[in-house]
């Protein structure tokens, strides 16, 4: 199977200390001895999709929800730009909200893909700001920030029914925010950072008799640079590149999952074929779909991660993202009752 690409579906959460003025160098403390300090990265809330009509839960740090929907609060609205669908039967829209509330604004983005011959069979991504009161929208460094991936199939009072045995594989996309501090052997950049969002395939493999699931980014395609593809106005539509590609770098990820699909460890490596990695740390967590494909297991998995590194010469980096794959047989539902 050709390397999936990023589908609108794996937003990122825009991670506390990411921002910047997009892409290009911003000036950082001289060449400090990294510390990793990967933070994990909620992605539940609660969400509807009735007769066309998206509503969002926007989770407030003190514990509130304040919900928008993609009528009242909508900012903007587009298909054309959208990859096609990676399921059969299913239609894509994303959206931009916005609300200019009394306790400060709400920016949220969303996309959401759902079953054309059952509209509740849906999944929705995306991610949120939330400002205090009086804070320009300019201002991201102000803001709280979220992520989301919600659906029927991934509600945790209706977990999967696991196999006990066997094995599959999962195939889809992953995206995020990559930053990059540069350290001594990059001449005039060291002691700046560079920030660009990206896009990644994602594979993963799940033992269900061990009740552990590995996998890998990077390994079944080159980790792309997609600049404003999905976290516009935070990172500029189709700014520069940073001068230290995310393109060779692979995350490779380990976890055990527990009876209801649900898993969370720090098991992540980071390689390069050029640079020396001295230290990996990493959070992940994820969960498998409730809805089985044509095979009996779980359709898909989604999650969220958080994955810092730092090499030989004193630079490090960063990718915070989410992704969400999906069996072969869902892929291709033809050709896994074929199986």
């Not at 009242?72 to 959206?95: M, V």
């Not at 102000?142 to 999967?160: C, K, M, Q, Y």
């Amino acid at each position: 199977m050709k390397p999936l690409k990023l589908m609108a579906l794996f937003i990122v959460l825009l991670a506390a200390g990411c921002f910047g003025g997009g892409s290009s160098s911003v000036p950082t403390s001289p060449l400090p001895t990294p510390t990793l300090t990967p933070e994990p990265q909620p992605f539940r809330t609660r969400t509807t999709f009735v007769d066309g009509v998206l509503s969002v839960d926007v989770r407030y740090h003190d514990g509130r929800t304040h919900t928008l929907d993609t009528v009242r609060d909508r900012d903007a609205s587009w298909g054309l730009y959208l990859p096609r669908p990676l399921q059969p039967n299913h239609s894509s829209r994303e959206w931009l909200l916005a609300e200019n509330h009394y306790d400060g604004r709400i920016l949220l983005y969303t996309v959401v893909s759902w079953n054309a011959e059952d509209p509740s069979d849906y999944l929705a991504a995306g991610w949120w700001l939330v400002y205090p009161p009086g804070a320009p929208i300019r201002a991201f460094e102000s803001a709280t920030r979220g992520v989301f991936i919600d659906g029927p199939e991934l509600d945790p009072a209706n977990p999967p029914e696991l196999p006990l045995s066997g094995t599959a594989t999962y195939l889809g996309g992953a995206g995020g925010l990559y930053t990059y501090n540069y350290g001594r052997e990059w001449g005039d950049l060291a002691g700046t950072s560079e920030h660009t969002e990206f896009a990644g395939t994602i594979s993963l493999t799940a033992d269900f008799a061990g009740r552990r699931i590995t996998g890998c980014m990077g390994c079944a395609g080159a980790i792309e640079t997609a600049p404003g593809r999905h976290l516009s106005p935070a990172v500029p539509w189709q700014g520069p590149d940073p001068a230290a590609l995310p393109a060779d770098y692979d995350l490779r990820f380990s976890a055990s999952f527990d009876e209801k699909g649900a898993f969370e460890d720090t098991g992540i490596t980071v390689n390069h074929p050029d640079r020396e990695i001295t230290q990996a740390a990493g959070t992940w967590r994820g969960q498998f779909s409730n809805v089985p494909d044509a095979g009996g297991h779980p359709r898909r998995v989604v999650g969220s991660t958080d994955v810092h590194f730092a090499e030989d010469d004193g630079s490090s980096g960063r990718f915070t993202g989410i992704f969400d794959a999906l069996t072969p047989a869902t892929l291709n539902p033809a050709a896994g009752k074929a199986d």
